[in-house]
Structure formats: C-alpha cells, structure tokens
C-alpha cells in the first residue's frame, strides 16, 4: 500500500479547514447501510476510535446521493466516505451519469473542505452485472485519480470472494463489513 497507486491520502496531515477531522460520514446505498448484523461505519468507528455518521440508504442511487452528501455534509466531517453505484447499475444506468454523480459528491466534499474518499463497487454475482461492474469500477478510479480524491479499492479487496457476501450475491455479510471497515480505515 505505500506509495503503490495514486490515491490522493498524501503523507502530511490533511488540512479540513473547520471541520472536525475525528468525524467522518458515510454516505451510500444499503451496502453502507449495512443488512446482516451491522454496518462496516459502525465496525470502522470502532476500529479508528472516529465518530462515523451513517448515512447508508437502502435503495439510494447516485443521484440522490448529491442530496444526502449536502445532508451529510452539515455536520461539517474531515471524511466523506462514498460508496455509490450497485443501485444505478441494477437500474440500467450508464457508467457517464454515474460517475457524474459521484464527480458532483467529490466536488461537494472538496467545497467543505472534507476529503473525499471514493471506494470501488463490491462484487455483484449473480445478476448478470460482473462486466458492468468492473467497468464502472474502473471509472471510478480514474475519477479518483483525476479528482484528487482517496481511493478505496472494494473490488481488489473482495476479490470477487462470494463468502464474503450474503446469499443475495449484493450485500456484504459479517465478514464483508468488517473488510470493508479495514479497507476504509487504512485511507483515514
């Protein structure tokens, strides 16, 4: 992990202006929100010792992740944690208004002086959306990269393990949450 890809983390202590850099939010879909036990916010607020607001929303696409970022983001975090995107997809959008989207959040969180950190989709089996999802996930590193933003790299976590994920083949299970957790607290 050190210094192997560009992801915007930097060396130094990050500058948040006001806002409160042992604070982060969550924001997302009910892969955030967390279905089997508790969510991976909850579990990376236990191992970072940072208060994480979940703001995980079942169903919740990326276009009205814009409104819940704005949401979010008056509670004035050092982190925004994003993880967008298995919705729009079960849903047939395109990667561009997507990553459009997610480009608007990043955009936002850097307004409020909050660093955004964009992780990659989980593994979806099962539903005919692999090709789809390792698609969008590689715009969503490219995005980062071009945005300056910390990236997450979900998909290279879970490397396409189905254990890690619930019987429906979307949503992480114990396992996968605590992955997550780990994933998201080595960009703090």
């Known amino acids: 992990m050190v210094g192997c890809d560009n992801d915007g983390s930097g060396s130094s202590t990050p500058d948040v202006g006001d806002n409160d850099p042992m604070l982060c939010v969550a924001v997302g879909d009910s892969i955030t929100d967390g279905l089997d036990g508790i969510g991976y916010?909850?579990?990376?607020?236990?191992?970072?010792g940072k208060t994480v607001f979940n703001f995980g929303e079942q169903g919740q696409t990326s276009d009205g992740g814009i409104s819940t970022t704005r949401s979010a983001l008056s509670r004035q975090p050092g982190f925004l944690l994003i993880l967008y995107g298995a919705n729009d997809l079960l849903r047939g959008r395109g990667n561009s208004t997507i990553i459009e989207n997610l480009r608007t959040i990043i955009r936002l969180a850097k307004d409020n002086q909050t660093i955004p950190v964009i992780a990659t989709l989980t593994p979806i089996i099962g539903r005919g959306l692999s090709s789809?999802?390792?698609a969008l996930n590689r715009d969503i590193r490219v995005l980062a990269n071009t945005e300056g933003a910390r990236l997450v790299d979900l998909e290279k976590a879970f490397?396409?393990?189905?254990?890690?994920?619930?019987?429906?083949?979307?949503?992480?299970?114990?396992?996968?949450?605590?992955?997550?957790?780990?994933?998201?607290?080595?960009?703090?």
């Open 132 to 134: 789809a999802t390792e």
């Open 41 to 48: 916010p909850e579990i990376l607020a236990a191992i970072t």
């Open 159 to 188: 490397g396409g393990d189905p254990s890690l994920l619930l019987s429906d083949g979307l949503h992480p299970n114990d396992d996968g949450e605590e992955l997550m957790a780990k994933a998201f607290a080595n960009k703090l």
